[in-house]
């Protein structure tokens, strides 16, 4: 049986609730952290005191948007001091701002596009603050949310969850030319890419040839009026990871986790979630308490 995804009549979008204490903390410009094939640019926040093994957080901006920008919009180093963990904030000048979800050197394990530098970000937190291996997480917005499908494809090995905003499946453009949702095949920004669960699978499985291990939990947020990455890609993402993880589709939890917004549990509800927020348009606003939830955080 596959989810009943609502698509009732728009409503007013919800807000969600973020902590009332003002973010002001600065971020720390890093360089030389490993390999950076693309010239992606790098700020941090760091918790105060810092953790003998900080948790990291890779969050990944939307087209058109920097790292700082959207560290403004989620709100994250607002519980980096309580929470304990380092978060991460890359940048992509190419293209628009829009990561590289398209190439066949990013969509490739250790193939040196966007994923590489990414994920030597990671690779340097381990190493310079002795991050703990078995808590690093990624999250994004849009074409950040398509890069955290791809991080997940190229290196499923290296996080231990993500979360995932209004974006669509992994390896969707692959080969167009470029990675904003109107270039290359305009099926993957109307959310009409459709592809059986074993097919999207096999693309995911694909960028990385002869991994056999597990792949990271994920959430996946979209809005019923999403009019620029179309609401069917909820649908397809869902379809994908379902497959590749092996959870089937199990029930549907109305206003949760608040009203207007459908839970669509997989499995037990530990591997794979999705959430249709009825009226909302493009992006979802970032749940960061579920967030911080599902990364045992």
């Known amino acids: 049986m596959f989810p009943v995804i609502i698509t009732a009549l728009l409503l007013p979008a919800f807000a969600v ?4 204490r003002q973010v002001d903390h600065a971020l720390t410009p890093i360089s030389n952290w490993g390999d ?10 760091f918790p105060k005191p810092m953790p003998a093994k900080p ?19 989620n709100n994250y180093t607002a519980y980096a001091d309580e929470r304990g963990f380092i978060a991460l904030f890359p940048s992509t000048k190419n293209d628009g701002n829009c990561w590289d ?18 994920v030597n970000m990671i690779k340097w937190a381990i190493s310079e603050h002795n991050a703990d291996p078995a808590k690093i997480f990624v999250t994004g917005s849009s074409s950040g949310c398509m890069m955290t499908n791809v991080m997940g494809g190229t290196y499923p090995d290296v996080f ?6 209004s974006g ?21 920004g109307s959310g009409k890419a459709h592809k059986t669960g074993p097919e999207w699978a096999k693309v995911v499985r694909d960028m990385y040839p002869g991994y056999n291990g597990t792949y990271p939990p994920t959430n996946i947020w979209h809005g019923t009026a999403d009019d620029l990455v179309g609401y069917g890609n909820l649908a397809e993402t869902l379809k994908q990871w379902s497959a590749v ?3 089937p589709f199990t029930r549907n939890i109305t206003d949760s986790p608040e009203l207007g917004y459908t839970k669509i549990v997989y499995g037990d509800g530990t591997q794979l979630v999705g959430y249709s927020a009825v009226g909302v348009g493009h992006t979802v606003p970032c749940n960061v308490e579920v967030d911080l939830k599902w990364f045992g955080l």
């Open 55 to 73: 948790a990291v957080i890779l969050a990944l901006h939307a087209c058109s948007l920097s790292g700082q920008q959207y560290s403004e919009e």
């Open 168 to 188: 669509f499946p992994a390896g969707c453009l692959a080969g167009a030319p470029a990675s904003s949702p109107g270039s290359g095949d305009p099926a993957c």
């Open 17 to 20: 609730a973020v902590p009332t």
């Open 101 to 118: 979800v398209a190439s066949n050197k990013s969509l490739t394990h250790n193939g040196g596009g966007d994923s590489l530098g990414l």
């Open 160 to 165: 231990a969850a993500s979360s995932c905003y």
């Open 245 to 247: 993880m092996g959870v």
């Open 36 to 45: 950076n094939p693309t010239n992606l640019e790098l700020l941090a926040y």
